[in-house]
Antibody
Framework: EVQLLESGGGLVQPGGSLRLACVAS????????MNWVRQAPGKGLQWVSG????????YYADSVEGRFTISRDNSRNTLYLQMNSLRPDDTALYYC??????????????WGQGTLVTVSS | DIQMTQSPSTLSASVGDRVTITCRAS??????LAWYQENPGKAPNLLIY???SLESGVPSRFSGSGSGTEFTLTINNLQPDDFATYYC?????????FGQGTKLEIK
């Protein structure tokens, strides 16, 4: 069974930083592109970032480009999202999401349960 | 980035009805489109991929169509579990985007 377990969320002041992690199990992590998707309270889904299987290709939504960094450690089956210069509009539930295969340009087929990030003074 | 415009934002229907949700892309995405169902407090669930392929385990009353820039999700014979929020999702580009969502409510 595919499992994606996010952690690292919490309350942070504007301008602060957080690092999210997602531990994957139940599939071969080395052969799947991975993504972060967020959902602000009462709002829709927003794709945040995606990373290729080797970690050399990283892509971002315009709203987080230059502030967030996605990475992965295939030896630990773990996906990360380093979030810097956080703003109140970054407040959201952050989902770890698995692409169906090696291609980042493919559908997301599994999601974690999310970790909540709140940016407030 | 490719923009996805989904309509309507809210839809009221009754059990047994047939409903259609539309998604329009700002440029061609061929058939690189998925539909998800989201229930409160739960992660999204994949229903349709490649515009018209039914995900394993999803009831056949769900169907998708379209290509290029115009796509539809149709739900036949609405069941009580179908009242949820639905999102389209384009994955044609490295920067994915989602539609704004359609909340399907009981009339």
């Amino acid at each position: 069974e595919v499992q994606l377990l996010e952690s690292g969320g919490g309350l942070v002041q504007p301008g602060g930083s957080l690092r999210l992690a997602c531990v994957a199990s139940g599939f071969d992590f080395n052969f799947h592109a991975m993504n972060w998707v967020r959902q602000a309270p009462g709002k829709g889904l927003q794709w945040v970032s995606g990373i290729t299987i080797g970690g050399h290709g990283a892509y971002y939504a315009d709203s987080v480009e230059g502030r967030f960094t996605i990475s992965r450690d295939n030896s630990r089956n773990t996906l990360y999202l380093q979030m810097n210069s956080l703003r109140p509009d970054d407040t959201a539930l952050y989902y770890c999401a698995k692409s169906v295969d090696i291609a980042l340009t493919n559908r997301i087929d599994h999601w974690g349960q999310g970790t909540l990030v709140t940016v407030s003074s | 980035d490719i923009q996805m415009t989904q309509s309507p934002s809210t839809l009221s229907a009754s059990v047994g009805d047939r409903v259609t949700i539309t998604c329009r892309a700002s440029q061609s995405i061929t058939t690189s489109l998925a539909w998800y169902q989201e229930n409160p407090g739960k992660a999204p669930n994949l229903l349709i991929y490649e515009a018209s392929s039914l995900e394993s385990g999803v009831p056949s009353r769900f169907s998708g169509s379209g290509s290029g820039t115009e796509f539809t999700l149709t739900i036949n014979n609405l069941q009580p579990d179908d009242f949820a929020t639905y999102y389209c999702h384009q994955y044609n580009s490295y920067a994915h985007t989602f539609g704004q969502g359609t909340k399907l409510e009981i009339k």
